[in-house]
């Protein structure tokens, strides 16, 4: 018998297959005490695991490449962090086993972040993959991580770790399903990059059995066990409808009336140029540049990496725009030579451009080196400071770019409220703004954008994040000026519409989400997109949203 579950949607596509689930965690090392004399060589097996994972975490980066390569990259800085391992040193030398001492360590750290409100809990299901496999190294048992098998399927888990999602085989896993997660966990984020259909925060999703067929709809989240045979037509023939109206859209973004809407592209590094210019983006709407910065938590890259580095995507984009945000650490991107170890609250401290206004030789180097790297080619570069708070702050940006140098536009990213609040304030010391939907919905509703249990708080349709995305569009505008958006937001083709309507001037997302963004844009109007706009921003839930903008698209 058919059953409908419903979680987030996260990732497009349609996937129908039979159920693995994720393989069994590491079971909990026994308690036994070790002689006194066997404490050192303990020691040295416990480092010796963590090296050898790091190792590993860094390999896989390096295969995955792009965004994932920051992600691993940084676990890998997680499982060498200095505390820990000191932790562990004092557990083995009162008598715990190696396996023991990492576990109890790992556990105790977990303890600190669920004590400190959880603002870093997104980086709780991270921890734990770390825990498991340096556990699984030393007791010698096989990693936790995605089932073997030589048929395709759709993969169900409590979470994903970075480590599993950055290497999924797309050919062999169809979908996948976690009980955890949010629309802007690192899950979600990998998933649209590999092009995988995929759902998150379904409650119960571990309680379908192994081998139970089910459909996954990763656009609209809903998940259809046991589906009926008109289901998997239906859905079948939804699949191929998008995927012809996919290959017929091509060329620049823009409405079925010709409004210009450039689709841009958000990358993590060079890595990612490829399937970027592969999906036809007009240019980079987000270059995070932390991945740079993650190869060594202790020293800034030097100015001649950083040059090559940029000067790679620069010249992957000859006449299109390049925007550039400048380092974004702080919070869940922690650097030790940067920013501070004992923050109560880190994701409400200093991060962000106030990192690097503490910093200014930091970001000199910086933008000495895009400028560098930009010089002699014909790109339009722009440049942006993440967790611009007020004019202050943007003028702060904007005088360390003419300080530096640098010819290129300077914009300020709206993730907090009080900037799309004040936007036209803002505006007077920059020439664009760039809309971090991401942050700017968890600052708007207390949500860490990390947390399952408050994703409907993260999501992007909520009326009261399209009224501040509505501000900042009109302060834009009344200055002459562009006001784009980068955040997940933009991969949403319905809600693409809508914040055209709202009067964005620009979207950027992974390349994978460009051709359904394009597609959807190319058969409605300015007019149909503008209704669609005051019908969502008049409801009064994110559903409620969706529902009258859809309406409103459909001629309902």
């Known amino acids: 018998?058919?059953?409908?579950?419903?979680?987030?949607?996260?990732?497009?596509?349609?996937?129908?297959?039979?159920?693995?689930?994720?393989?069994?965690?590491?079971?909990?090392?026994?308690?036994?005490?070790?002689?006194?004399?066997?404490?050192?060589?303990?020691?040295?097996?416990?480092?010796?695991?963590?090296?050898?994972?790091?190792?590993?975490?860094?390999?896989?980066?390096?295969?995955?490449?792009?965004?994932?390569?920051?992600?691993?990259?940084?676990?890998?800085?997680?499982?060498?962090?200095?505390?820990?391992?000191?932790?562990?040193?004092?557990?083995?030398?009162?008598?715990?086993?190696?396996?023991?001492?990492?576990?109890?360590?790992?556990a105790a750290y977990r303890e600190l972040l669920a004590n400190a409100g959880e603002y870093l809990a997104g980086r709780v299901a991270d921890l734990d993959d770390v825990r498991n496999r340096i556990v699984a190294r030393l007791l010698g048992v096989p990693m936790p991580g995605v089932p073997d098998s030589d048929e395709p399927y759709v993969l169900v888990a409590r979470d994903l770790a970075p480590a599993d999602t950055a290497l999924l085989d797309p050919t062999l896993v169809l979908g996948f399903v976690t009980e955890e997660g949010g629309p802007t966990s690192h899950s979600a984020i990998l998933a649209r990059a590999l092009g995988v259909p995929a759902v998150v925060a379904l409650p119960g999703a571990?309680?379908?059995?192994?081998?139970?067929?089910?459909?996954?709809?990763?656009?609209?989240?809903?998940?259809?066990?046991?589906?009926?045979?008109?289901?998997?037509?239906?859905?079948?023939?939804?699949?191929?409808?998008?995927?012809?109206?996919?290959?017929?859209?091509?060329?620049?973004?823009?409405?079925?009336?010709?409004?210009?809407?450039?689709l841009l592209v958000n990358i993590g590094g060079p890595a990612d140029v490829a399937a970027a210019v592969e999906a036809g983006a007009e240019g980079v709407g987000l270059f995070r540049t932390e991945f740079l910065f993650l190869d060594d938590s202790k020293a800034a890259p030097s100015e001649e990496k950083q040059v090559e580095a940029y000067r790679q995507v620069l010249e992957a984009f000859p006449?299109?725009?390049?925007?550039?945000?400048?380092?974004?650490?702080?919070?869940?991107?922690?650097?030790?030579?940067?920013?501070?170890?004992?923050?109560?609250?880190?994701?409400?401290?200093?991060?962000?451009?106030?990192?690097?206004?503490?910093?200014?030789?930091?970001?000199?180097?910086?933008?000495?080196?895009?400028?560098?790297?930009?010089?002699?080619?014909?790109?339009?570069?722009?440049?942006?400071?993440?967790?611009?708070?007020?004019?202050?702050?943007?003028?702060?940006?904007?005088?360390?770019?003419?300080?530096?140098?640098?010819?290129?536009?300077?914009?300020?990213?709206?993730?907090?409220?009080?900037?799309?609040?004040?936007?036209?304030?803002?505006?007077?010391?920059?020439?664009?703004?760039?809309?971090?939907?991401?942050?700017?919905?968890?600052?708007?509703?207390?949500?860490?954008?990390?947390?399952?249990a408050v994703s409907r708080l993260q999501d992007p349709w909520q009326p009261a994040l399209l009224d501040l995305v509505a501000l900042s569009a009109e302060a834009a505008r009344a200055e002459g000026k562009s006001c784009g958006v980068c955040g997940e937001a933009a991969s949403d083709p319905l809600l693409a519409c809508v914040l055209t309507g709202l009067g964005v001037t620009s979207l950027s997302m992974g390349a994978a989400s460009i051709p359904y963004v394009r597609a959807s844009l190319a058969k409605f109007t300015l007019a149909q997109c503008e209704r669609a706009a005051a019908a969502a921003r008049a409801a009064d839930s994110a559903d409620e949203a969706r529902n009258a903008a859809q309406a409103v698209l459909s001629g309902e």
Not at 68 to 93: G, H, K, N, T, Y
Not at 383 to 400: G, H, Q, T, W
Request: some cysteine; charged content about 25%; aromatic content about 4%.
């Open 319 to 452: 006449e299109g725009r390049v925007v550039v945000r400048v380092l974004d650490a702080g919070a869940d991107k922690p650097l030790d030579f940067l920013t501070p170890g004992d923050e109560p609250n880190p994701a409400l401290g200093v991060r962000g451009l106030r990192t690097l206004l503490d910093h200014p030789d930091v970001l000199r180097t910086q933008l000495t080196a895009l400028a560098k790297a930009a010089d002699g080619l014909p790109v339009h570069l722009e440049v942006m400071a993440p967790m611009v708070a007020d004019r202050a702050d943007a003028k702060a940006f904007a005088d360390a770019c003419r300080g530096a140098g640098l010819r290129a536009k300077y914009g300020a990213m709206v993730e907090i409220p009080s900037a799309a609040l004040r936007a036209r304030s803002v505006l007077q010391e920059v020439e664009f703004l760039s809309l971090g939907t991401n942050d700017l919905a968890q600052y708007t509703f207390a949500a860490d954008r990390q947390v399952g």
């Open 206 to 262: 571990g309680e379908i059995a192994e081998g139970t067929l089910i459909a996954v709809d990763g656009s609209s989240g809903e998940i259809f066990v046991n589906p009926t045979e008109e289901r998997r037509t239906a859905l079948e023939a939804a699949a191929a409808e998008r995927k012809a109206a996919l290959a017929a859209a091509t060329g620049p973004g823009a409405t079925a009336d010709g409004h210009k809407v450039p």
């Open 1 to 106: 018998m058919e059953t409908t579950l419903r979680g987030v949607g996260v990732s497009h596509g349609v996937a129908i297959g039979e159920v693995r689930h994720m393989g069994t965690a590491v079971l909990e090392p026994p308690a036994k005490q070790i002689p006194a004399g066997e404490a050192e060589r303990e020691q040295q097996r416990a480092r010796q695991a963590v090296e050898a994972v790091a190792a590993d975490l860094t390999a896989r980066g390096n295969l995955a490449g792009g965004e994932a390569q920051a992600v691993l990259e940084a676990q890998a800085l997680m499982a060498q962090d200095p505390e820990l391992m000191a932790d562990v040193d004092r557990r083995i030398a009162v008598g715990s086993s190696a396996e023991r001492a990492v576990y109890d360590a790992f």
